[in-house]
């Protein structure tokens, strides 16, 4: 089956798509012997397509994971610094084989619901922002948040020149220590956002912990392990990729 090069390193969890034309432009992609250009096609039950020079060959069996990723490990596949990876909880078989990442990133702080998969497919349409997938944290605060401030925190709150997706915030408890325990819901996943906007509303978080990603839930899932999901909540997650959100709007200041 013919294919654009972008979906095939796609699919493969070499690239995102966006990555995969980088890849092109920079003249690392080559089919039969030459190099590749954006835009091109081939089937690689026919064509020789390779990357830096090691052929990308049929895509990989998929594997699908559900982590419960401790504190102190980062959300990569490799790190300069040498610190743990979420790769490194795997077995050691696992570990060896081609293609496996995470879908979207835990700070290393944060703890939590981490999906791992080698299907480059998934991971594009469940990260992708008009999709908007839903997620859950329980994350604790220093102080007692107001109203005013759940509110602002609600309808979008200013990072960078353009303003959050709208979230769902609720007080569960307050604790010792003048903290505050909140249940977050959001549909967007930029960088170390909840922390940054309970930062900007002088609620700085003390803890973060995501319960939920999608239906997948954490349940009772020990620190630390994985499991394998359920074809039944594959499906559900490949429905839920495929679906189409409304378009992000643009914010002008």
């Not at 039950?45 to 401790?70: A, M, N, W």
């Amino acid at each position: 089956m013919t294919e654009r090069l972008q979906k095939l390193l796609s699919q493969r969890g070499i690239a995102s798509r966006r990555q995969a034309e980088k890849l092109i432009l920079g003249g690392r992609v080559t089919v039969n012997g030459k190099t590749a250009e954006i835009g091109q096609q081939a089937d690689v039950s026919t064509d020789r397509v390779c990357v830096d020079g090691v052929e990308i060959g049929r895509p990989p069996q998929g594997v699908y994971f559900l982590l419960h990723k401790p504190k102190g490990v980062v959300s990569t596949c490799k790190d300069p610094q040498g610190r743990k990876t979420v790769l490194d909880l795997l077995d050691e078989s696992l570990q060896t084989r081609s293609g496996i990442h995470p879908v979207g990133r835990l700070d290393a702080d944060s703890t939590g619901a981490l999906l791992l998969t080698n299907d480059g497919q998934l991971t594009y349409g469940l990260t992708h922002p008009r999709h908007q997938l839903p997620k859950n944290y329980q994350v604790r605060v220093q102080g007692i948040p107001s109203a005013a401030a759940l509110q602002r925190w609600r309808t979008g709150v200013m990072l960078s020149g353009r303003r959050t997706l709208p979230a769902d915030v609720q007080i569960v408890k307050r604790l010792a220590d003048s903290q505050t325990l909140l249940r977050v819901t959001l549909t967007e996943g930029r960088n170390r956002q909840i922390r940054r906007v309970a930062e900007a509303l002088g609620y700085p978080v003390t803890a973060l912990h995501r319960t939920q990603i999608g239906s997948l839930k954490l349940g009772n899932l020990l620190n630390g392990r994985y499991r394998s999901l359920e074809d039944s909540e594959v499906a559900h997650l490949k429905q839920t990729a495929l679906k189409t959100g409304p378009p992000v709007p643009a914010v002008n200041l």
